[in-house]
């Protein structure tokens, strides 16, 4: 398998093609982690288990003849409200406290949730049939899913609708505000306490789209979720909290990563990769931070 | 002094005792000694110098594979052992069994303290929850790539040696209480003479304020690698012997269970009172209680309680059993309080 890579060149088109779609999707679950992560300065470790329960939202409606695709819609709505619970119960008690704290609580609920939805929907791997069929391109060299095709275009459709309501809208406004600097933003009117659970709302939702597009491409697994988590978490600390752009490409690049990582070193080492690829990418942060500082000196 | 002699004689004398009074809880006991060495550890970096680390399972984890891997390698081919898995197509004599198992342990803890050695340097420059995140991310990538390793077993798993046919059918559990109980001592008896040196205060230093202590000429990097070495000796340590009691080892169920034992070890550190001596130790004890008794009276539901009960704590009592204490009875810990201040306190509330 390993010199496969080199020797047929369609195989890399199809891997960069798949890492692409795929990358998207993670752009658009690191965008709602660099969203919370700016406004409230917390790292939620159940950002995956989100996904995944967003995921089993869209599998239901397929299971009860529901076309999955309309969890697009149904998900978020649902995941709002569940953002907003999670916000009223835990975090808005962790807000404003040592981040290991609110790092250690979201790891609980990332816990709690996975063996929940473990109980509720079962230890079973299950993916929603959506039945898009799939495209061929170049002489049927590369075989891609429809599936992707429109995974990738509603993440990206989803992703701009926020953007411009961040920008247009007055709780979008205020969301920047209160990122840029909360107690200026109090001082001002905003209510910080409504903006941090509408962030966290929005975030959850996020999460719900992603994890309805993911049922509908790949396959959920009440434990697949802090894979999710940590890729999310990766693609914001290489992009930069509020950049766009960079959270896109960086989703892309991880996406593109994966699909290689798994071709030449095979499927089991998949999510060791991955977690491993994080590590590199922190140590290689904190050489260039620390060689900033003697520099300084 | 002399009351503290009088207590750690009782404990030690309990400690010994425990086995033949309570033989049905043998397992049980030695399990705690494991947990009480793992949560006092992890008190070292996470509690004292405010490296809070998810990463500690790796030493463990290392530890187990290495103990095991040693024990078997010694005396017979490595890959037909894990190949035969429970079949045992090759028995261990006594003599064998313990020679493995001693060397196995000085590797179990030797070769997790130079890893720490190796990637401190790097990893440790991290601040807060960057590295926080990235030893969680290490600990599931050293899972998720030992599980794909064909020589310890991959994802089928690795059975340790069993025990050999000596003495009674007691031996088995005795044999394991006893080196759980005295790596406990030995690991008790470490930290409680690395706690009253300087050495304690610089990690206390580094922990309220990484670059003053700095600026005060402290070479913090060393003191942080040598935290984290006497952290990762102990964890391997622990881990080599619970590779024993289980049985068995699975890697990301068994040996690398961040989900489990990475988690149990910050709560019982933190439930207990971080940066204290005897916290990590009451946390664990109160913690193996409450978790054995959800474990067998609520089966099934043991992770929604573990889950609820992280939250909770964390949200509520984050200072834990000793820093409550602490609070309430300060003169106990041996600090001086102003009777006007104390007053005045009362007033407040």
């Known amino acids: ?297 | 002094m002399n009351k503290n002699f009088i207590l750690y004689a009782v404990i030690l004398i309990f400690g010994l005792a425990a086995p033949f009074l309570f033989p049905a809880f043998k397992v049980q006991l030695s399990i705690l000694c494991v947990l009480i060495v793992l949560a006092t550890t992890w008190n070292i970096q996470g509690g004292e110098m405010g490296y809070n680390s998810f990463g500690n399972i790796l030493f463990y984890g290392l530890g187990m594979y290495l103990c095991a891997s040693v024990q078997v390698g010694m005396f017979f081919p490595l890959a037909e052992w894990t190949e035969s898995g429970g079949e045992k197509t090759f028995v261990h004599t006594p003599t064998q069994f313990f020679q493995g198992m001693a060397v196995g342990l000085v590797v179990a803890a030797v070769v997790p303290t130079i890893v720490a050695g190796l990637i401190g340097y790097s990893i440790l420059g991290l601040r807060g929850h960057y590295f926080a995140i990235c030893t969680l991310g290490l600990g599931v990538a050293a899972g998720e790539i030992s599980g794909g390793i064909e020589i310890i077993g991959a994802g089928q798993g690795f059975t340790t040696p069993p025990f050999p046919s000596v003495g009674s059918l007691e031996a088995r559990g005795e044999f394991f209480y006893f080196l759980s109980f005295f790596t406990l001592v030995l690991t008790f008896i470490a930290v409680r003479s690395i706690y009253s040196t300087r050495f304690k205060l610089i990690l206390n230093a580094i922990r309220d304020n990484e670059d003053k202590a700095e600026a005060m000429g402290i070479e913090t990097m060393k003191y942080k690698i040598i935290g984290w070495m006497i952290s990762a000796f102990f964890c391997g340590l622990a881990g080599g012997i619970m590779g024993g009691l289980v049985g068995y080892i699975d890697s990301t169920d068994v040996a690398f269970d961040g989900r489990e034992m990475g988690v149990f070890m910050v709560l019982m550190a933190i439930l207990g009172g971080k940066g204290t001596l005897w916290g990590p130790i009451i946390g664990a004890t109160i913690f193996h209680i409450f978790k054995e008794g959800f474990w067998t009276f609520f089966l099934g539901w043991q992770y929604v309680a573990l889950g609820v009960l992280i939250v909770v704590i964390v949200i509520y009592f984050p200072e834990g059993i000793m820093g409550w204490l602490r609070e309430k009875y300060p003169e106990r810990f041996g600090e001086v309080v102003d009777e006007k201040d104390r007053k005045a306190q009362v007033e407040l509330k």
């Not at chain 1, 920047?176 to 905003?190: C, D, E, M, P, S």
């Not at chain 1, 988590?229 to 509020?242: P, Y």
Request: aromatic residues 14%.
């Open chain 1, 1 to 297: 398998m390993d010199f496969l890579v080199f020797q047929y060149p369609m195989i890399t088109v199809q891997a960069c093609l798949d890492g692409i779609l795929l990358g998207v999707l993670f752009a658009l679950i690191a965008y709602g982690m660099a969203l919370q992560w700016g406004v409230m300065n917390i790292i939620n470790i159940a950002q995956g288990d989100l996904v995944i329960l967003g995921g089993y939202i869209a599998y239901f409606m397929y299971l009860y003849g529901i076309h999955p695709a309309w969890g697009v819609i149904v998900a978020p709505v649902i995941m709002y409200f569940v953002g907003i619970a999670i916000y009223k119960l835990v975090i808005n008690k962790v807000v404003d406290r040592d981040l290991f704290i609110s790092i250690l609580a979201t790891f609980g609920i990332s816990i709690l949730f996975m063996q929940l939805m473990n109980f509720a929907f079962g230890a079973d791997v299950v993916l929603a049939n959506s039945g898009y069929g799939t495209t061929m391109l170049f002489d049927s060299n590369v075989v891609l899913p429809n599936s992707k095709i429109f995974s990738a275009f509603i993440s990206i459709l989803f992703a701009a609708c926020l953007v411009i309501y961040m920008k247009k809208s007055k709780l979008g406004r205020a969301i920047r505000a209160t990122a840029q600097n909360a107690r200026a933003a109090k001082i001002l009117g905003v209510d910080t306490e409504k903006v941090y659970a509408a962030t966290f709302g929005i975030n959850a939702a996020l999460c719900g789209v992603a994890g309805a597009l993911i049922s509908i491409t790949f396959t959920i697994h009440p434990y697949m979720g802090l894979p999710y988590t940590i890729r999310s978490f990766m693609i914001v600390i290489v992009a930069g909290l509020g950049n766009l752009p960079g959270v896109a490409m960086s989703g892309m690049g991880l996406g593109v990563f994966e699909e290689f990582a798994d071709y030449i070193l095979g499927t089991e080492f998949r999510i060791g990769s991955v977690f491993l690829l994080l590590v590199l990418i922190l140590v290689y942060r904190r050489f260039k931070l620390s060689r900033k500082r003697e520099y300084l000196k």
